[in-house]
């Protein structure tokens, strides 16, 4: 089986911008699908895509560091919700005791998600960071702004830390292009550990059932 570092470089052919793209995409399908196993893979891709973007700025070890956490973070995440007994069939999908994470409807989150869009576009013009290239600083805009409006949609914890998670991914790939010392980044992986940690805990403490595919 390869190895984190083993896979980083065989995907080398994914060039900075193609990886910054799918930061957008990542971003955009934890608002916008239900599925709760569906955006935790996106996280887990999010991690590995701000992976890729930062070993073309960084020391390929800080970069490996980044996917490392993002490779221990999901599961944890998903042994959690399993154990809360998320996707273990309660209720039915039209039934009563179906449980919506997001209370705004679909058309909506997809309009907040443009508009998001168009305010990290607004402030990556207004505010470009010279220290970085300028589609890295809307990357870094975009999943701080994302995480915050996934924050402000939903009362679950298990919805809710997806989106700190995606808020402090974006701005670790905003401050590691800046400060890359090795004992800041080992630093911000434990903070993001004990962060996820906290989650599971708030996941299970709650202990929420719905049904299967719920998000």
Same mark, same amino acid.
């Given at each position: ?6 896979? $980083?470089?065989?995907?080398?052919? !994914? ?5 910054? *793209?799918?930061?957008? @995409? ?26 890729? *973007? ?8 800080? #970069?490996?560091?980044? *996917?490392? &956490?993002? +490779?221990? &973070?999901?599961?944890?995440? %998903?042994? #959690? #919700? ?12 039209? /039934? ?8 705004? /409807?679909? #058309?909506?989150? =997809? ?26 600083? =809307?990357?870094? %805009?975009?999943?701080? =702004?994302?995480? @915050? =409006? !996934?924050?402000?949609?939903?009362? %679950?914890?298990?919805? +809710? ?6 808020? &402090? ?13 090795? +004992? ?15 989650? +599971?805990?708030? $996941? ?12």
């Amino acid at each position: 089986m390869p190895s984190l570092y083993e896979v $980083i470089d065989q995907l080398g052919f !994914i060039t900075r911008e193609l990886a910054i *793209v799918g930061l957008f @995409l990542t971003g955009g399908i934890i608002v916008l699908v239900r599925d709760w196993r569906v955006s935790l893979l996106a996280l887990l891709g999010q991690y590995l895509l701000a992976g890729l *973007v930062l070993s073309r700025l960084v020391l390929p070890e800080v #970069a490996l560091i980044k *996917v490392l &956490i993002g +490779a221990l &973070i999901c599961p944890m995440l %998903y042994l #959690a #919700a399993r154990q809360a007994g998320w996707g273990a069939g309660q209720g039915s999908a039209s /039934g009563s005791t179906q449980r919506e994470v997001f209370p705004a /409807g679909p #058309a909506f989150r =997809l309009l907040a998600v443009m508009l998001m869009g168009l305010l990290a576009m607004a402030l990556s013009q207004s505010y470009p960071l010279p220290v970085i290239p300028p589609d890295v600083g =809307l990357a870094s %805009y975009w999943l701080m =702004l994302n995480g @915050l =409006l !996934i924050l402000m949609l939903t009362e %679950y914890p298990l919805k +809710a830390g997806q989106g700190l998670l995606t808020a &402090i991914v974006g701005f670790e790939l905003l401050y590691t292009s800046i400060e890359r010392s090795l +004992a800041m980044v080992w630093l911000l992986a434990v903070v993001n550990l004990l962060l996820t940690l906290a989650i +599971a805990y708030l $996941i299970v403490a709650r202990d929420v059932g719905p049904s299967e595919g719920s998000p």
